[in-house]
């Protein structure tokens, strides 16, 4: 079993940064592919970025990148998401996830664990 715990949401102005944090816990987060996603309101979830276990591949949407930066640091357990030059739809509720599968993944059904979510809201 593997934890996840998100933080790092809030209310932000557009333009504006936040820096998301997800920690493990309860398996080796070295091991894990881990991802990012986020669910707009009325909207499905969407894959946002991901990285494989050493860091060594990153993925990001197209509509966030040069703007987001998926990272982790497998001494402290954790995956970051730095987001920069927010837009108002940005805003969403953002999930972190596990993968068993050490590579990172686009797709949600290849995530095993999932976090329960941070808000982060972009005013105009």
């Known amino acids: 079993q593997v934890q996840l715990v998100e933080s790092g949401g809030g209310l932000v102005q557009a333009g504006g940064s936040l820096r998301l944090y997800c920690t493990a816990s309860g398996r080796t987060f070295a091991s894990l592919g881990m991802g990012w996603f986020r669910q707009a309101p009325g909207k499905e979830r969407e894959f946002v970025a991901a990285?494989?276990?050493?860091?060594?591949?990153?993925f990001l949407t197209d509509s966030v990148k040069c703007r987001f930066t998926i990272s982790r640091d497998n001494t402290k357990n954790t995956v970051y998401l730095q987001m920069n030059s927010l837009k108002p739809e940005d805003t969403a509720v953002y999930y972190c996830?596990?993968?068993?599968?050490?590579?990172?993944?686009?797709?949600?059904?290849?995530?095993?664990?999932w976090g329960q979510g941070t808000l982060v809201t972009v005013s105009p």
């Open positions: 990285i494989s276990w050493g860091g060594g591949s990153t």
């Open positions: 996830a596990a993968a068993l599968t050490s590579y990172g993944s686009r797709r949600d059904h290849e995530y095993n664990y």
